[in-house]
């Protein structure tokens, strides 16, 4: 059955949010890299949930993906502490 408007699959299943920070290339890249970290984290909250993998499985490979972003954070030279506001 074809639907007459196709549905974005990507989209549907990789939401990315709008970014409303200030706008410079390190920060759109940390921005989608935190979007990347948080969506593999709720699958593999998802499948351990559903005692697809073991809590201790899960807890690896969040711990593998938390050392990737903070390693690309740190690459970007995003700053630990934000400007104080003006």
């Known amino acids: 059955m074809e639907q007459d408007n196709p549905v974005d699959r990507d989209g549907f299943f990789l939401p990315?949010?709008?970014?409303?920070?200030?706008?410079?290339?390190?920060?759109?890249?940390?921005?989608?890299?935190?979007?990347?970290?948080?969506?593999?984290?709720?699958?593999?909250?998802?499948?351990?949930?559903?005692?697809?993998?073991?809590?201790?499985?899960?807890?690896?490979?969040?711990k593998a993906l938390w050392k990737q972003f903070k390693s690309s954070t740190k690459e970007l030279g995003i700053n630990r502490n934000p400007p104080e506001a003006l």
């Open 16 to 62: 990315r949010a709008q970014y409303h920070g200030q706008l410079t290339p390190q920060n759109l890249v940390f921005n989608a890299n935190l979007q990347e970290f948080s969506q593999k984290v709720s699958y593999i909250s998802a499948l351990e949930t559903s005692g697809k993998i073991s809590p201790d499985e899960a807890y690896r490979n969040i």
